[in-house]
């Protein structure tokens, strides 16, 4: 089993700057390709972002291109969300998943999910 846990949510101005962070657990980090998402509530929840296991690929959804950037440190068994310029509309709550298929934007893809961080952004 793998364990996810989100850290770095939290309430920052329109154009301001979070990282978020997910830790996981066991001694299998580089065998998973990782992935962020968000949702608000009611509803779907959407990719955000995602990183091949190794690291040598990134996926972005569109509307974070050039201001988000996802990275790991497998030494570190972690995972990283690095947001810039953020926008009210992105108010959400953040989810780290995890899965061994290759990154995907399909949630399906993704077998194993942190417990969420919430992230605010006021205008």
């Known amino acids: 089993q793998v364990q996810l846990v989100e850290s770095g949510g939290g309430t920052v101005q329109a154009g301001g700057s979070l990282r978020l962070s997910c830790a996981a657990s066991?001694?299998?980090?580089?065998?998973?390709?990782m992935g962020w998402f968000r949702q608000v509530p009611g509803k779907e929840r959407n990719f955000v972002a995602g990183?091949?296991?190794?690291?040598?690929?990134?996926f972005y959804a569109d509307s974070v291109k050039g201001r988000f950037t996802i990275s790991r440190d497998n030494a570190k068994n972690t995972v990283y969300l690095q947001m810039n310029s953020l926008k009210p509309e992105e108010t959400a709550v953040y989810y780290c998943?995890?899965?061994?298929?290759?990154?995907?934007?399909?949630?399906?893809?993704?077998?194993?999910w942190g417990q969420g961080t919430q992230v605010t952004v006021s205008s």
């Open positions: 998943a995890a899965g061994r298929v290759g990154v995907s934007y399909n949630r399906a893809a993704y077998s194993y």
């Open positions: 066991g001694r299998t980090f580089t065998s998973l390709d």
């Open positions: 990183i091949s296991r190794s690291g040598a690929n990134r």
